[in-house]
Each structure stands twice: as structure tokens, then as C-alpha cells.
């Protein structure tokens, strides 16, 4: 079962301090969940773990990563130019792009990040827009569809992503003769999976695809960048997974594939975003209007603007009513305020009655959540607080006011 991760009596307080909706982040959790990546994959020497910026990119939550070891991945300039300007030096952030620009891997170069390339074709766009590094990786697609014994986890055929086996020791080969020293192997190849088993699977896949690399091209590589994936269990059945038996996992294939064949040297690289932030995040809204139609519609402050996954995936998010969980049991629609009727964070769920300024809060939103937050129907973003280890509330990021939205206009005088 689903508990807040902090009490009521703490977040009455907060919630005085702030006004609602807002994105609240456990900055203890955070500390924990990066403590038992690194700890679970300790066996290996160059183990590092590149945090999916593009999950939540506050610089507060990215510098609790960094004093935790952590490095950043980026997906796009933007991304590169707040981790260089959070600290990461350049042995911490790696750029794994796509559809890339070429003024972006100017600036990754410029940096330094390790950059990943998803395309054959990017080989040659890399050279002449910005040179070639010392470093590259590649990023693998297999195609066909990506299974765990029977179960089918995500089809690699029908994702932009990647290049295919011929692309990639092409792509080794190329690179190789045009001097790069250094390579890496990167695949991502199913999303948000609850199973101990993604990684070490994938881990087999690449690994032996390594071997195959040293015996055709004569190329070891340095590093294998097992990518994100590894999700978290976003229902009240709870089921999460534990990292510290995926790190084992890996490690056997690791020992069974790698060192016999004499790649034990390889550093294992992970990317994850959602594993380490989701579940240590709340939105916090308040009941603003009770409504009874053909269904009872609990009309909360905030609305698919501030999280966007249960309107575009249909995701699930748990909901704790914190003002009365003990409240009589009713099925509800909890509903934000968009002109558009996908704006609903549960559809006929069972909770306790919610009254009209009952605190609730929407489980799970520490990843994905404030970062595809946008501005339909004039709407702003929400303030992002951090729930300190202290117990003190720090806001670290204000919420929108109406000037920030009309700031990039031109062509009317706001002030008039
Ligand atoms: C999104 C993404 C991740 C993080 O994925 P999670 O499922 O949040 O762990 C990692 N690497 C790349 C390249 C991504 O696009």
C-alpha cells in the first residue's frame, strides 16, 4: 500500500508556508534511492549512474544527486548548459541525443560530455560539424521485439531510436579509423519495467554483443551504458523493484560473459531517471468544488498542466486524501480544470470522501511530472518545494505568475 512520505501534521504546515498545487520532493528519499544504485552496482570499479535530467531538472534536486556521486544524461543543450552550470564536470555528463543539431554538439564537445550517438549517419555529421572526440558510444536498437521469457516489454522495431548491429560495427569500424580511442555501447530497450529482470537481460544482450565487438573488430570497449528502464510501481499493490538484486543480476552475467573473455575492465554505466526521482515526489492539491452529475467530480487546484501523464498515458497515480483518509469510501472522478475532459487524475477510483479543502496528494510525480508540465488554458506551473531531511520546506523554484507567461510576447504592451 501506497504511504505518503510525510505526515499530515508536516504538510499543514507546508501547505500554510505555500500556496497549492506544488511539486514536493523527499530530499531523504532522493539520498536513499541514489545510495542503493550506487551500493548495487559497487562490485563494479567504474560503475556511475548518469541521472535522466529531462525526469526533473532542478538544479537543487540535480546537486543532492552530485554530492551523492551521481552524473547527469542530457538529451539536448539546454540540458547541458544547466549541468555544466550546476558543477558537473565533464567526466559527469553524457549526451544522449537525438534528430541532434548541430549547434548541440558543438556545445557538448565544448564541454566535454561524453557523447552518445544515436544514428550511423550522426558519425559523419558529428565530424564535420564539431570533429570527432576521443570518446564515442553508440547506441543499439535490435529491432524485433524486446522480451522477458514470455512476456513481450517494448517492440525496438518501431522505435526512432538507435542503430541496427550492422550500423553499430560499422560505426566501431569507422570510428576507430578515424582514430577515436574510446568506445561505449548504450541501448535502451523497454520502459518503466517493474521486474528485477530488465537489466540483467539487457546486460546479456550487450555484453555478448561486446565479445562479438572484440573478436570481429579488435575493439574493447570502455564503457556499457545500460540506459533508464528500470521503473517503479506506480499501483497500490506496491511491487517496487530491488536494485540491489538488479546490481547482482547484472554482476553474474558480468562474470559470465565479460571476464572470461577478458573484458572485466568495462565500466557499467546507468541512466536512470525515473527509478531515482518518481516515487520521491508528491503534487499536492487542494479541493476547490464538489460536483454531482452522472458521476461525483472532485474538482482539485491543480490539473493536467502540473503532471501530464494520467492524460497522456492514461498512467496511473495513487491518491492519499491526507485530511481525512479515514473519510467514508465513494468512487470519484478527480478532476482538474482544463477545457479538455482527459484532464482527470483517477476515473471511477474508490477514496475516502474528499470535502472541499481536504489536502490531497497525487503519488509518484518526483519524475515526468513537473518537467512535461506546460501552459494550456493560461495555466501556470507550480512552485517546486524540497522536503528537507531537516523536516523545513525550501521552495526551489517559484511558481509561474502571469507575467511570466506573457514575457515572450511582442507586438503588445502587457503594461497598457
Ligand atoms: C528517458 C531516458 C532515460 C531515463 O529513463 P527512465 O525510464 O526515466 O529511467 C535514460 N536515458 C535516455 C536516453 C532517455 O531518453
Not at 550546476?86 to 548541430?102: A, Q
Not at 561486446?210 to 499493490?237: C, H, M, R, W
Not at 491526507?322 to 482527459?342: A, F, Y
Not at 471511477?348 to 489536502?359: H, I, K, S
Request: aromatic share 10%.
Amino acid at each position: 500500500m501506497k504511504t505518503p512520505f510525510i505526515s499530515k501534521e508536516q504538510l499543514d504546515k507546508i501547505t500554510v508556508q505555500f500556496p497549492t498545487p506544488f511539486h514536493l520532493y523527499d530530499e531523504k528519499g532522493i539520498r536513499e534511492t541514489a545510495r542503493a544504485v550506487n551500493k548495487a552496482f559497487a562490485w563494479n570499479q567504474g560503475f556511475k549512474e548518469f541521472f535522466a535530467v529531462k525526469a526533473t531538472p532542478n538544479p537543487t534536486i540535480l546537486k543532492i544527486l552530485q554530492e551523492e556521486g551521481c552524473g547527469v544524461d542530457c538529451a539536448t543543450d539546454v540540458e547541458l548548459l544547466l549541468s555544466h552550470k550546476v558543477g558537473f564536470d565533464s567526466s559527469s555528463i553524457s549526451f544522449t541525443s537525438n534528430d541532434t543539431r548541430p549547434s548541440e554538439f558543438v556545445y557538448a564537445r565544448e564541454i566535454g560530455a561524453t557523447i552518445n550517438l544515436d544514428a550511423y549517419e550522426h558519425i559523419a555529421f558529428l565530424e564535420e560539424v564539431a570533429g570527432l572526440p576521443e570518446t564515442v558510444s553508440l547506441r543499439y536498437n535490435p529491432g524485433g521485439v524486446f522480451t522477458l521469457g514470455t512476456a513481450i516489454m517494448d517492440n525496438p522495431e518501431e522505435s526512432k531510436f538507435g542503430m541496427t548491429k550492422e550500423q553499430l560495427f560499422q560505426g566501431y569500424k569507422d570510428l576507430k579509423a578515424k582514430g577515436v580511442r574510446s568506445f561505449g555501447l548504450h541501448a535502451f530497450l523497454a520502459s518503466n519495467t517493474v521486474t528485477n529482470d530488465y537489466y540483467p537481460t539487457l546486460a546479456a544482450q550487450l555484453f555478448n554483443l561486446a565479445v562479438e565487438i572484440k573478436q570481429e573488430l579488435g575493439i574493447s570497449l570502455d564503457f556499457i551504458n545500460l540506459s533508464g528502464g528500470v521503473g517503479v510501481d506506480y499501483t497500490p499493490a506496491d511491487q517496487q523493484n530491488d536494485i540491489a538484486l538488479i546490481g547482482k543480476g547484472v554482476h553474474r552475467v558480468f562474470d559470465e560473459i565479460l571476464v572470461p573473455n577478458g573484458l572485466g575492465h568495462i565500466s557499467i554505466y546507468t541512466e536512470l531517471g525515473r527509478f531515482m526521482l518518481a516515487s520521491h515526489g508528491h503534487l499536492v492539491t487542494k479541493v476547490l468544488h464538489l460536483k454531482d452529475t452522472y458521476r461525483r467530480y472532485v474538482g482539485v487546484d491543480a490539473s493536467a498542466v502540473n503532471l501530464f501523464r494520467p492524460a497522456m498515458y492514461d498512467a496511473y497515480h495513487h491518491i492519499t486524501n491526507i485530511s481525512n483518509p479515514d473519510g467514508k469510501l465513494q468512487i470519484v472522478d478527480v478532476v482538474g480544470s482544463l477545457c479538455e475532459n482527459n484532464d482527470k487524475f483517477a476515473k471511477q477510483r474508490e477514496l475516502p470522501e474528499a470535502r472541499v479543502g481536504d489536502t490531497l496528494i497525487i503519488h509518484d510525480t518526483g519524475a515526468h511530472g513537473f518537467s512535461m508540465d506546460y501552459n494550456y488554458n493560461g495555466r501556470l506551473r507550480s512552485a517546486e518545494i524540497l522536503f528537507q531531511e531537516d523536516g523545513t520546506a525550501q521552495m526551489i523554484r517559484r511558481a509561474e505568475t502571469p507575467e511570466d507567461y506573457f514575457a515572450t510576447l511582442y507586438g503588445f504592451n502587457f503594461d497598457e
